[in-house]
């Protein structure tokens, strides 16, 4: 599977809920609903469990929705925050805090269009 990079540097294919709708796996799905119901306080559903990654087309899940940083990525048409000329914002900063592997999944992306 070819690795995909959400605009804020967490790992799309890495995702669960990524994974069961990429391989229709009902019983995954059914798995993350679970966990994610317990983690976020929400009530998601296995039906809820369909995600596309984040810089697609297709479908998003959850937070995804209405993700500030995936908005604004997609209103400046970048491929992902790594190559946005204002990287680091502080939103995404903020994010990095609590998910610094994201931050260095980014900044390896950001030395790649310095070259």
Not at 66 to 73: F, G
Request: proline share 3%; with cysteine.
């Amino acid at each position: 599977m070819v690795k995909i990079l959400a605009y804020c540097g967490l790992v799309c294919t890495d995702c669960d809920a990524y994974k069961a709708t990429q391989n229709n796996d009902d019983a995954l799905r059914q798995k993350v609903a679970e966990k994610w119901s317990k983690e976020y306080n929400h009530p998601f559903k296995a039906a809820d469990i369909n995600c596309d990654g984040c810089t697609g087309a297709g479908k998003i899940v959850g937070y995804c929705n209405v993700c500030p940083i995936r908005k604004c990525a997609r209103e400046k048409e970048v491929k992902n925050c790594g190559w946005c000329d204002e990287y680091p914002c502080s939103g995404l900063e903020e994010m990095h805090k609590a998910v610094p592997a994201a931050k260095k999944n980014l900044d390896a992306v950001r030395q790649k269009s310095k070259m």
